[in-house]
């Protein structure tokens, strides 16, 4: 393995195919995203004095990454955080409702004193301005506490807008 990765090192030196530069090139073409768990594998190649350039190989090496990634069917991921709600037991059936058309998922309650916790993962996305929006709901009473949990494929419709705003704001840029 060390062999391999030495070679591979050596040959992209001399071939002066950059991964970085061409995960850049994907970034440029969806903003705001990133590339994550991706593995590169070569499997052939050669150069020659006369045909090889530096330019020859970043462009086969960018048609092959543009191949790659639109044959992966590449999706847009958000991070997903867990929710600890605690509200008087007046107030549960508003904030559970709330969560749920946040797309938060219940994951639980438990009651503490007069006092009942609900825990739930709710989109980052979902939870701007919460906390103002948690005390409208409990007359000042209810608090939160957020902590990361994962990240999920955004649904198709969310990821559809999400495009449409990247594209709409890039051409404001370029005006």
Avoid: C
């Avoid at 059936?93 to 946040?102: C, I, Q």
């Avoid at 409208?136 to 999400?162: A, L, W």
């Amino acid at each position: 393995m060390k062999f391999f990765k030495t070679w591979l090192r050596a040959w992209l030196a001399q071939a002066k195919v950059s991964v970085g530069s061409l995960v850049g090139m994907w970034l440029r073409k969806v903003p705001y995203s990133h590339i994550v768990d991706m593995r590169v594998r070569l499997t052939d190649g050669s150069s020659h004095d006369v045909d090889s350039s530096e330019q020859a190989f970043k462009m086969a090496g960018s048609m092959a990454f543009k191949k790659a990634v639109d044959q992966a069917g590449p999706t847009l991921l958000e991070p997903i955080i867990n929710v600890r709600v605690k509200v008087p037991e007046e107030f549960m059936g508003d904030v559970m409702g709330d969560l749920s058309g946040r797309r938060g998922k219940i994951q639980g309650m438990e009651p503490q004193g007069k006092f009942n916790v609900v825990n739930a993962q709710v989109p980052l996305a979902e939870l701007y301005r919460y906390s103002t929006h948690l005390r409208s709901m409990t007359q000042g009473r209810g608090t939160h506490s957020r902590e990361f949990s994962h990240y999920e494929e955004v649904p198709r419709e969310t990821m559809q807008k999400v495009i449409e705003e990247a594209k709409k704001e890039k051409e404001e840029d370029k005006k």
